[in-house]
């Protein structure tokens, strides 16, 4: 069974040097100011490939209540967001 490194295990200068933010800001907040004493972020490579490969908004049109989404421009993750609105079709006051 193949596992990833521990994320949490990071030198914070290579932390730095990651090329997306959403990297970055993920390093400061789950490894180093709220890391529980018991987590890791070492995966198998077979469920790490499963968790990225997931796609939230792939069901949202079964959602028919109001969806309230807010997210920057400049958002790593942005173009999510976008997707998931416009897969939004069960809502009719969006």
């Not at 997306?20 to 077979?46: E, G, K, M, P, V």
């Not at 908004?57 to 958002?75: D, W």
């Not at 173009?79 to 609105?85: A, D, N, Q």
Request: proline share 2%; with cysteine.
């Amino acid at each position: 069974m193949v596992k990833t490194p521990d994320f949490k295990q990071l030198a914070l200068d290579e932390a730095g040097k990651r090329p997306y933010a959403l990297y970055r800001d993920c390093y400061a907040y789950y490894a180093q100011n709220y890391t529980h004493l018991n987590s890791s972020f070492i995966y198998t490579i077979s469920s790490l490939m499963n968790l990225m490969t997931f796609d939230a908004s792939e069901n949202v049109h079964l959602i028919n209540e109001r969806l309230l989404m807010m997210a920057e421009k400049t958002a790593d993750t942005f173009y999510s967001t976008e997707k998931t609105y416009s897969n939004a079709t069960g809502i009719k006051d969006r």
